[in-house]
């Protein structure tokens, strides 16, 4: 299975408090990951009052997806996190970096609006 037995559980349930998602303490990278664009995702729908209606018909992910995504009961895919991403014109992914040799995760890199001219 592609990223291991973790992924058999889903990403909230990794933490040692599930109850404190997406600001839970975890030690898989993975599901850190899943957690930054969680929260993300989710304080950019409240900061513009979107529903999840409206983000699912501007990105053509399903709205039970989205919801699963923000409550940390899936592990999304990268087109899925793509394409949230350019419904609501922000990075989603989030910045890994390594001290000491230990890895963490912080909150995407500021939103950007994305136009024709700095699409990839």
């Known amino acids: 299975m592609v990223g291991g037995m973790n992924r058999r559980r889903p990403p909230r349930e990794l933490a040692g408090d599930p ?6 303490q975890l030690t898989d990278p ?6 930054d664009i969680a929260r993300t995702l989710a304080e950019v729908l409240a900061e513009r009052g ?13 709205r039970q997806a989205i919801a699963d995504l923000i409550n940390g009961r899936s ?3 990268v087109a899925t996190v793509a ?3 350019a419904a609501l014109a922000i990075p989603l992914w989030p910045q890994t970096t390594v ?4 890895m963490s995760h912080e909150a995407s890199i500021p939103a950007r609006t994305c136009t024709k001219s700095n699409r990839a």
């Open 75 to 77: 592990w999304p895919d």
């Open 30 to 35: 993975g599901a850190a990951a899943v957690q």
């Open 83 to 85: 394409r949230l991403g």
């Open 19 to 24: 109850e404190t998602w997406p600001h839970a």
């Open 99 to 102: 001290v000491d040799g230990e």
């Open 50 to 62: 979107a529903s999840l209606r409206r983000v699912a018909d501007g990105s053509g992910v399903n």
